[in-house]
């Protein structure tokens, strides 16, 4: 009986292994140089990709957790997203996922991580970091292909993303169709940049205690002053890991890829 159950439990290991691998294979590893510079990344590609059609475009900002030089932790969170049966028949698209350098950040802010939540403030003013540059540049590149969609390009982030994703919208306020930041934050102040000209829908966990639901409320509520229309979500038991519901919330995807610009 106990070695039927553990060749159960290996084959079990064996399949969520594979299907794992076969998930991160998807998204093909590459690196763009600009200068001296270079920014690992994943792509993943539609279904029977064909140059001669137009596919929307979506980027993705990973976490402060998944920084590093390894080009695949930063698939850990959301990835999957796009690799569905769903995604791929319903929603095909170019998806990037860049990853940040481990002593770089997406935005520029300086981190208080001795308080609970952490401590922000953030210093647009000084120019985008690094790793935010370079992004912006891979994602110019990858957008004046002949077979990217110009009209839809997209954005998503979580957490130390999520305040990617505020800050790329104030750097780029004519590049994107619509924006998903998932506990994050950024400069209200910028919000005049792209507040009438990007949908936004926001999520953020009421029990976050590494950044606090403040922060999503301090944006929102700067977006809807500045005549914007954001639409928002704040889940009453989630934690940090708020982008959990946030991926399973059934019209996330629909939401997203209904936006185009004029």
Known sequence: MQTKNLSTILLFAFVVFTINAQHTEAYQKK??????????????????????KKYPVLLFLHGAGERGNDNKKQLTHG?????????????????????????DYWSKVK????????????????????????TMALLDSISSKKYSNKHQVYVMGLSMGG????????????TFAAAIPICGGGDPKAVVNYATKTP???FHGAEDNVVSP???LTMVSAI??????????????????????????PLLLSWLFSHSLN
Request: net charge positive; hydrophobic share 35%.
């Open 163 to 174: 305040m990617g994703t505020y800050e790329i919208l104030y750097r780029k306020p004519n």
């Open 31 to 52: 690196h763009f140089i600009q200068n001296t510079d270079t920014l690992l990344y994943r792509i993943l590609y539609p279904q029977n990709f064909d140059e001669n």
């Open 111 to 134: 981190v208080n991580r001795k308080k609970s939540p952490i401590s922000l403030k953030f210093k647009y003013k000084k120019g985008p970091t690094k790793s935010l540059a370079l």
């Open 214 to 216: 403040q922060e999503s």
């Open 224 to 249: 809807l002053k500045a005549k914007g229309k954001p639409r928002f979500t704040l889940f009453e038991n989630a934690n940090h890991n708020s982008w959990d519901p946030a991926f399973a919330e």
């Open 200 to 202: 936004i829908w926001a």
């Open 79 to 103: 990835s999957k997203l796009f690799t569905s049966e769903i995604a791929k028949t319903d929603f095909p698209a170019i998806v990037i996922f860049p990853q940040c350098a481990e002593n």
